[in-house]
């Protein structure tokens, strides 16, 4: 009677693994489509902040809610004109502007400008102690509705609304992403072990008045 009673138990979990199993890939397919998914950085674009290799997580929900906010960095699908990839290609950059944002480089002392207010930037790549300028060149633009102005914070190594706005005849559109087209924000680094950090928006946005 014993070993009838636990060979019971041992068959209905052979018989229910299948189902457990497909459950669990289930789950873990909708939480990728839907939730989270994982990204890896190709490129020097966004260092020191993240660096090549990188693998990052990307809330794919947050902005269902609400929309992009200054200094998040996000993932997104990039146009055409940016990628030269006609079947898409993601990418990761900072918003820096949002709808109806008036963006000016530079004041006096080298930082950008929002809506009048100085940005402090304390993410732009250095290296040795030398570090990138906020912007190559002078700029004056307002983020049109429904799009955003992003950057990389290694502002020498990215090709982001800048670059975009210099190639296009300083085009707002073609310089600008659709907010629609955005995937998700990153909100830690996850691998490698070392680099483990929570991808934080600096105070510095704080202070940023709307437009």
Known sequence: MID????????????????????????????????????????PSMENTLKIDDRVLVNKLVYDFRS????????????????????GEDFIKRVIGIPGDHVVCCDPEERLMINGKSLDEPYIFSLDGVRDKPADQEFDITVPKGRLWVMGDHRSASGDSLEHWQQSGQNITEATIPEDDVVGRAF?????????TWLTVPDTFDGIPKP
């Not at 830690?188 to 483990?196: E, G, I, K, L």
Request: charged residues 20%.
């Open 188 to 196: 830690t680094v996850f691998w490698p072990v070392s680099r483990a």
């Open 68 to 87: 992009p906010h200054r200094g998040e960095v996000i993932v997104f699908k990039a146009p055409t004109e940016w990628s030269g990839n006609p079947d």
């Open 4 to 43: 009838e009673q636990t060979d019971k138990p041992r068959s209905s979990f052979w018989k229910e693994l299948p189902i457990l199993l497909g459950v669990a890939i289930l789950v873990a397919v909708l939480v990728r489509a839907f939730v989270l998914q994982t990204f890896f950085i190709p490129s």
